[in-house]
């Protein structure tokens, strides 16, 4: 899922791209696309785009008489700025939207369309799909406290929901809690002033310096293959590969289509966190460290015919 430093690379592009000029035509395919009736989509043809804006890991583009068309990309929709009336693929695109200079596809790679778009009229009506989570980059120490231990929750849980920070979803979670030397299961309750404190610092310098990286990577050019799966990412996607800290590999937790990576060296004091599946299945003889981790691997590699 773009979260928030790969919607500051979308909306930059879309400020070279799209920004003051008028939306000529819209080419919906994807009937699940479109969640509000009122105002009409229809009703932005022909408007310009006079703003864009995010709003936690949502794109909102200001069209002109206080119109807003508000994109939510969820986890695999992308936007691709193609040549002026570029043909709408058959398959996994949502549509197209055309304008003078080009047209910005938007495709969905997953079966199950979850991508969203809302129209909305005025500000009132654009606080309404506003989630409310806090933004770290402006936040003080004390407001980034305040929001963080509101409830006692785990820190993964409380990075990801879009009602306490915003922009911070599944990849860049991983990131800033391997950094910050915390455990994605630790509870939001029992962390210490240092500890928050180191959070609060990791959150904000990870995000900056991947919007940066970001930035750098893709210059002047629409952003393409944005991905949540970065190969400079350093616990994200990385499962078994060395921690980049300590060279430990990197584990995961597995829950439905969703996954978390750490290191158990530098989160968790070298303890395996459960995983659902896998701890249910293993019953008793699931490892609790490293140690004994390797050590059940040896022996099941042992068992293998050569």
Aim: proline content about 6%; aromatic content about 6%.
């Amino acid at each position: 899922m773009p979260e928030l430093p790969e919607i500051t690379a979308y909306l930059e592009g879309l400020e070279r791209t799209i920004l003051g000029q008028p939306l000529e035509r819209i080419r919906v395919r994807s009937p699940s696309l479109l969640r509000t009736y009122d105002p009409p989509l229809s009703a932005a043809q022909g408007r310009v785009v006079t703003g864009l804006r995010r709003i936690g890991k949502r794109i909102v583009w200001e069209m002109e008489d206080d119109l807003f068309l508000v994109f939510h990309l969820m986890i695999t929709g992308r936007f691709k700025w193609t040549k002026p009336g570029s043909a709408v693929p058959k398959k996994r695109a949502h549509g197209a939207f055309d304008f003078p200079l080009g047209t910005l596809l938007l495709t969905e790679q997953s079966t199950k369309k979850r991508a969203s778009l809302h129209v909305v009229q005025g500000e009132a009506g654009l606080a309404e799909v506003d989630p409310g989570g806090l933004e770290v980059g402006t936040a003080t120490l004390a407001e980034f406290r305040a929001r963080l231990t509101e409830e006692n929750r785990t820190l993964k849980r409380a990075l990801t929901d879009p009602r306490v920070f915003s922009g911070i979803g599944n990849a860049h979670s991983d990131e800033i809690l391997l950094f910050a030397g915390l455990s994605p299961l630790q509870r939001t309750g029992h962390l210490d002033d240092r500890e928050v404190e180191r959070l609060y610092e990791v959150t904000r310098r990870s995000l900056a310096d991947w919007t940066a990286r970001l930035r750098a990577e893709f210059g002047s050019d629409f952003p393409h293959k944005i991905t949540a799966f970065h190969p400079a990412m350093a616990a994200h996607g990385k499962f078994g590969e060395p921690c980049p800290v300590c060279g430990s590999p990197i584990q995961r937790i597995k829950y439905a289509d969703r996954e978390t990576n750490y290191c158990a060296t530098c989160q968790t004091d070298g303890k395996l966190l459960a995983d659902r599946g896998m701890s249910r299945l293993l019953g008793d003889d699931w490892p609790r460290t490293l140690d004994e981790l390797e050590e059940l691997r040896s022996k099941e590699s042992g068992r293998r015919p050569g």
